[in-house]
């Protein structure tokens, strides 16, 4: 199943999620970061509601 694109797809996106969250222990949000979690979580979003490929 790791094989299939859309799998593959959603499988980078997380990993993207996952750095762009992780912050040093003294870090702060700041606006740009927020926006690019928003712009992957989307992204995201389509992937995993896209329909299924064969």
Do not use: C, F, H, Y
């Amino acid at each position: 199943m790791k094989e299939r694109r859309d799998i593959a797809k959603i499988m980078n996106l997380l990993t993207i999620l996952q750095e762009q969250m992780t912050l040093a222990p003294d870090a702060r949000p700041a606006k740009a970061g927020v926006e690019a979690i928003r712009k992957t979580t989307l992204e995201l979003i389509k992937a995993a509601l896209a329909p299924v490929e064969s």
